[in-house]
């Protein structure tokens, strides 16, 4: 390359640099950087350091390690004592030194895997680590009066598997220059004859498929090793199909026919909805089982903790084999902070979770005795939860554009526009402030000529909708572009026959939050719709009961908690006689509901007053009759004060008024169950599990009764009747 004076500067000061102490663990980082322009301005981006790798490399593989070497040295010391006391020549010596042989042959001739290697960053440290433990036992033993031995753990326990060549060829890299510098540092380095040997168990290869010959897909194969460690890819489970396969390498979507394949191969084993890094959860724990591996520890997003994620933790959970966890740690990845869980599996009486001794892990990373990822979906709470309406184009339009067609004149079918036109909520609108959404609704039922008939929507998505959804790839939703993806009819008929208000809560959000909207509103796909509308179920919805259930069983998002209809309502055992099943009407004269929806009456006003403070808005009725009024600031000053009132902003400030009516509303809560009213939030979880399971088999009985519990069903009936 041309050189100017500037360039041969630069060359001299990075030559007179001591290039022996590099870091061989910044490699991968810094490689990926330069190849990659669009990366480039995260050169300086943080790598995985030293600690939070040795967070897996330390339980799963150093510690049966050193716990082996302890029982070893034990031997040895016994050996050596009566080898001193009966001379040089006893035989005692010849048999400590076997001993040591043996426990160096196994540090030598252990299999480490890491099958998404990337870089080498795990197997590095993992060789570092081996190599400590080597050198701290041949010490010990010369302590002893034994001979120096030269270390023999080397390069050739790492095996990984990595897609990207050149991140495979970087893996390589890393190790050869962390086995050198290892010698040299303690002293031990003596320049072999070849002084990089060969690495040929680092494969480039795919980890969790392999394309056949014949253009066919089967499942990769992984070689029988001592222990498997590693950072598989980070990639959600809706995304896979555009999603990458190496983080390491370049960008390349996974793509429809590896998806498909992959969910093939992997039918009844890991959910089509899992993450792509559950795959290889499942691949470590298959080899366990087949004794192929003996221990694991792998690193996962958060969301492992939850939803289809989780099942692949369930079984080896439900063995008691997961014996190290930190559910909730911070990652650099790409230069950006992720949410992690550590998860060590396999072999080992001790079990520690985000760094204390406890006696179990559950599937969902806690250390609560009663597993509550255990829990069942309850008959009784179904049919009342509900996913929002999933638009699928540009449906949703400003408040000034609905209200314009509100005023239009009535349409030739004879219809007002108001027929279809709701106003709108996402999350966004529930945990900051409303931003006046409406959207247009045309249904499920109706006709493209029947729509076309509402002139001003029509024409609004005829030009907004129409050509994005003629790109779809599903019939039904390229065909009645008109129309939502998922208008969800099962939601509208839960609430618009009897309902004049309903419950939403946002899917995904920091703090489990619960708003009355009115039945003229349409909420969004990133909300999930609660069909009731007594002040009870409100309350028991906002106990730190209920909210610390639905964060223990729902999934998580970084550090945003995820809430979903099946696994965190439908689970939910409301108290006795105050079930989602049960009309509200039922049960209003009863003393426990009565106290829970008074104070959770109390709590909602309390809340609005703060979000709506009256000396700071003004009510105004909207354009046509049915919707809600609209809520609008006084003047400039007041809008600008209103804008920090948001329910994330109250709950992240949790004045001390906040504090006490949710207390208040805990109190009520317990009592309906029938706990003590200061009862801790773990021991109400024990609770909760024990009324879900007992319910849920319940439930099963009467599904399918047999002749004696029909018997004793009918006695219990007459008995009840007779009194």
């Known amino acids: 390359m041309p050189l100017d004076e500037g360039d041969l500067g630069l060359l001299v000061a990075v030559g007179s640099m001591q290039w022996a102490e590099i870091d061989p663990s910044i490699f ?358 509900f996913m929002g309406d999933t638009k699928g184009g540009a449906f949703d339009v400003p408040g000034d554009l609905a209200r314009a067609w509100l005023r239009a004149p009535i349409n030739p079918n004879g219809r007002p526009n108001r027929d279809v036109l709701n106003p709108w909520v996402n999350g966004l609108d529930l945990t900051r402030r409303p931003r006046d959404m409406w959207i247009v609704d045309f249904g499920w039922t109706i006709s493209e000529k029947e729509a076309a008939f509402y002139e001003g929507p029509f024409a609004f998505i005829f030009e907004n909708v129409k050509p994005e959804r003629e790109k779809n790839r599903r019939d039904t939703y390229r065909l009645n572009w008109w129309r939502h993806m998922e208008p969800r009819p099962a939601m509208w008929e839960a609430i618009r026959p009897s309902l004049v208000r309903y419950i939403v809560t946002p899917r995904v959000s920091k703090h489990r939050l619960f708003v009355w909207v009115s039945c003229t509103v349409c909420p969004d796909s990133a909300t999930i719709a609660i069909a009731r509308d007594d002040d009870t179920t409100f309350g028991i919805l906002h106990s730190r009961f209920h909210e610390a259930w639905s964060l223990r069983l729902g999934t998580s998002l970084e550090d945003r908690p995820r809430y979903t209809p099946t696994t965190t309502f439908e689970t939910f055992p409301f108290p006795e006689g105050l079930t989602p099943n049960i009309p509200a009407a039922d049960y209003a004269t009863d003393p426990r509901a009565i106290r829970i929806a008074t104070a959770a009456k109390k709590f909602d006003d309390l809340r609005r007053n703060w979000l709506n403070p009256p000396d700071l808005i003004r009510i105004e009725p909207e354009v046509a009759p049915g919707y809600p009024d609209r809520i609008l600031p006084k003047d400039a000053d007041a809008a600008k004060k209103l804008k920090e009132r948001t329910l994330t902003n109250l709950y992240n400030q949790r004045p001390q008024w906040l504090a006490d009516a949710h207390e208040a509303l805990d109190r009520a809560v317990a009592a309906a169950h029938g706990w003590p009213e200061a009862i801790s939030t773990e021991a109400a979880l024990e609770k909760l599990l024990a009324l879900n399971l007992a319910r849920r088999a319940r439930q099963q009985s009467r599904a399918s009764p047999t002749g004696a519990q029909r018997a004793k069903e009918s006695i219990a009936f007459a008995i009840a009747a007779a009194r």
């Open 28 to 385: 991968g980082t810094l490689f990926e950087r330069f190849l990659d322009p669009a990366k480039r301005a995260q050169i300086g981006a943080h790598y995985t350091d030293a600690k939070k790798i040795l967070q897996i490399v330390d339980p799963v593989v150093m510690r049966p390690l050193a716990a082996e070497w302890a029982e070893a040295k034990e031997r040895i010391e016994k050996l050596v004592s009566l080898a001193q006391e009966r001379g040089p020549r006893a035989k005692e010596w010849a048999k400590a030194e076997e001993e040591r042989g043996r426990f160096v042959e196994r540090l030598a001739s252990l299999r480490i895997l890491d099958p998404a290697c990337g870089s080498g960053n795990f197997l590095y440290m993992a060789l570092q680590r081996v190599k400590d433990l080597e050198f701290r036992v041949n010490n010990e033993c010369e302590k002893l009066g034994l001979k120096a031995l030269a270390p023999r753990a080397g390069p050739e326990i790492l095996h990984g598997i990595e897609i990207n060549r050149l991140a495979a060829e970087i893996a390589r890299t890393t190790i050869w220059i962390g086995d050198i510098q290892w010698g040299l540092k303690h002293a031990l380095y003596t320049r072999p004859e070849p002084v990089l040997r060969k690495l040929d168990q680092i494969e480039c290869r795919d980890a969790v498929l392999e394309q056949r010959p014949d253009g066919s897909f089967g499942e990769a194969q992984w070689p029988t090793v001592d222990f498997i460690i590693g950072n598989p890819p980070f990639l959600g489970g809706k995304v896979m199909r555009q999603g990458r396969r190496s983080k390491s390498g370049e960008a390349a979507g996974l793509g429809d026919e590896y998806v498909n394949a992959l969910f093939t191969v992997y039918e009844g084993r890991v959910a089509a909805e899992a993450d792509f890094v559950c795959y290889w959860f499942a691949k470590a724990w298959e080899a366990m089982q087949a004794q192929r591996a003996s221990r694991a520890g792998l690193v996962a997003t958060n969301s492992i903790r939850g939803g289809a994620n989780r099942r692949v933790l369930d079984s080896i959970a439900g063995e008691g084999r997961i014996f190290e966890a930190w559910s909730d740690e911070p990652w650099i990845i790409e230069g950006a902070a992720v949410r992690v869980s550590l998860v060590g599996f396999g072999n080992d009486g001790e079990k520690h979770l985000d760094g204390q001794s406890v006696q179990c892990i559950n599937a969902d990373l806690t250390g609560v005795i009663g597993d509550i990822t255990q829990a069942k979906q309850l008959a009784e709470n179904g049919g009342v939860a």
